[in-house]
Structures are given as structure tokens and as C-alpha cells.
């Protein structure tokens, strides 16, 4: 009976002494589980302090740009630009017409060539390779599996043999 309140004393302490520590360790850190005081939820006044005293008498105008002013001279100068463009080019026809030809003579011969027809031929033995390996996959996708089916797959293998042997490189 001892050893248990003496153990339950020390597992109370253990508590207190985490405790304490996560509370020391939450005022270091500012803990954000903890209420806030009252006069922390007033707004606080950033302190302002006056403008520097400016030492030169230079005029306003001179002292520097903002920078949408910046951004706005860009801009006119990119219309400017644009504008100058479409004026030199000459009203905006973007060259979409060909040049005609300025000098009168005999009108040239133009030899049109069409390229030679490819005629596409195939081994007789490969129409009849690919005749085989149908009816070899329509016996099995029927799922009849006897020596039918293994003749047909013989006969296949002979064709396909046959047409790469015949087939162009």
C-alpha cells in the first residue's frame, strides 16, 4: 500500500514540475492557448516619429518620380512606338498581299512535276498469314480448343514465316 501512494505522489509531482515548465515556456514564447490580457486587445499606436528636416532647398518636382509615373511614360512610349509602326508599314495591311512584278516580258514557262505514285504491294503469303491468325483468334476468343484449332495455329506459323521471308526489308 505504500509503494503505491508514494508512487502516485511522485507520478503528481512529475505532473506539477511538466506543468510549471510548459507554463515558464509559454510566457518566454508568447503561447497562443492563452487568453490575452485586457489592455493587450486595445490597438496600439505605431509611434511616428516627425519627417527628417530636409537640408536642400531643391524644388519637389526635382527630387524624383514616383513610380506609376515611371509606368505611365513606359506606356506612352510603347503606344508611340506602336503607332510609329503602323504608320511606317502603311495602314496596317501587314504585307498580306504578294508584290506584283514591275517589269513587262514574256510570261515565264512553269514546269510543274508530280511526284511518281508508291503503290503499296504485299506478299500473297502475308494476306494469307493474316488470314490465318483470324480464324486462330476467332477459335479462341470461341474458346474451341481442339486440333482444329491446332491446325490452323501450324498453318499460321508457316504463313508468317513465309511472308517475312517475302516481305521487303
Partial sequence: MATDRDEQLRQQRELEEIRRSFAEMGARMGSMFDPTELDELEPRRPQVSPPPATTDRTPLALQGRPRWWWAGALALVF??????????????????????????????????TTPPETRVSVPEACLEAAEQADEVIAR?????RDNRLAAELRDYTISAQACRGEAPP
Fill in 79 to 112: 503606344l508611340a512606338g506602336t503607332a510609329f509602326g503602323w504608320l511606317v508599314t502603311g495602314s496596317g495591311d501587314g504585307g498580306d498581299t504578294p508584290p506584283q512584278p514591275t517589269t513587262a516580258g514574256p510570261p515565264e514557262t512553269v514546269i510543274v
Fill in 140 to 144: 479462341l476468343t470461341a474458346n474451341i
